[in-house]
């Protein structure tokens, strides 16, 4: 395809893209401004673009109390959160190697996520984006590791098992989602772990694993053999060349896979719903303040807590949009 020289084609192709990319933001940003509105500011008749903003919404969903020392504990907490950002964004330019300081970034989050609750009186919210966090990251763990695996030895052992294993995986992802919670539900029932983090995380792994494994094993089909033949002629096990050769080629992949996963398993509502009962994610806790005859049901709050939930996943892209980018457009071999 050859690309567009001519001035008039060019300002029409930015044209497009710009008016694309303000349909895509505009539903966003009005949410935004929502969520700082009063009740009364939200529902009013006529749209109100300009007013005084109010953190009022958030306060409510976040906090139980409010005390004078709310605010500079909330500042400093803003203040680590946006430098955290900062270090991920930007990690690649420091001169402590990446993954020391992505680890370095993880336990400080961890830290943070203990001494929140023992530093301000914090509402239920808090409890179910605690649990949205455990069963995401724990789901995409364990579905990476597993994915990773399966997905080279099926890019890399062809023959009709591996087919017939292809296709078993498509058929259960396009099963709908009623065709497995059932099942799911009496296991969880059975074997006591009903409204446990741990059947929640098994079954988004099982859910989503047939995506991850078709995913990477695309992947791998990108890298030549040679890598690991290599290091295997050096003495290298076939493990050992997949940890120390393949995966560092593959990591931009990886993420990109995993960023999908977390995609999923965080916004997951459906099964999340039928196998909890208090251990809800923020997916299903939000379904709280929609509608019906609630004190939460109004569109401010909504908001709030439409927000609040995008905000984290937004951030992890913006951490690992480069890696996503490479993943998606190459796959390959870094050269």
């Known amino acids: 395809m050859q690309p567009i020289r001519h001035p008039v084609g060019r300002a029409l192709v930015f044209l497009a893209l710009v008016v694309f990319a303000l349909y895509s933001v505009v539903p966003f940003i009005w949410t935004v401004l929502q969520s700082l509105k009063t009740d009364a500011q939200a529902t009013a008749l006529t749209p109100l673009i300009w007013f005084t903003p109010t953190l009022a919404n958030y306060s409510r969903l976040w906090l139980n109390a409010v005390t004078p020392q709310t605010a500079p504990v909330l500042y400093g907490l803003l203040a680590v959160s946006a430098g955290l950002v900062l270090l991920g964004v930007f990690a690649g330019r420091l001169p402590l190697p990446v993954p020391v300081t992505g680890w370095g970034i993880v336990g400080v989050i961890a830290a943070l ?89 098994m079954a988004l792994v099982a859910v989503n694993q047939p995506f991850s494994i078709w995913l990477l094993r695309g992947f791998f089909r990108e890298v030549p053999r040679d890598l690991e033949e290599a290091a295997m002629i050096d003495g290298a096990s076939r493990l050992t060349a997949f940890v120390r050769v393949i995966i560092p080629i593959m990591w931009p992949g990886i993420i990109a896979a995993g960023l999908f996963t977390l995609l999923l398993a965080y916004h997951e509502f459906l099964l999340v719903r039928i196998l909890t009962q208090s251990n809800w994610t923020l997916s299903v806790a939000m379904a709280q303040f929609v509608g019906g005859f609630s004190v939460a049901g109004s569109i401010s709050l909504q908001s709030a807590a439409a927000v609040s939930a995008t905000l984290p996943i937004v951030i992890v892209v913006l951490i690992f949009q480069k890696h996503l980018v490479r993943g998606l457009a190459a796959g390959a071999v870094k050269g």
């Not at 530093?119 to 409890?127: I, K, P, Q, R, V």
């Not at 995401?136 to 399966?150: D, G, I, P, Q």
């Not at 030895?153 to 498509?170: D, E, H, K, M």
């Not at 009623?178 to 799911?184: I, Q, T, V, W």
């Open 113 to 201: 996520l203990v001494a929140v609750p023992r530093l301000l009186a914090m509402a239920e919210f808090y409890d179910y984006f605690i649990n949205s966090i455990i069963v995401s990251v724990a789901a995409v763990a364990v579905s990476l590791t597993l994915a990773s695996l399966s997905g080279y030895a099926l890019a890399r052992y062809a023959g009709r098992a591996s087919v017939v294993i292809l296709l078993a995986a498509l058929a259960f992802r396009a099963l709908p989602r009623m065709g497995f919670l059932l099942p799911y539900y009496w296991m969880g029932q059975r074997s006591g772990l009903y409204d446990t983090h741990f059947l929640t995380i």
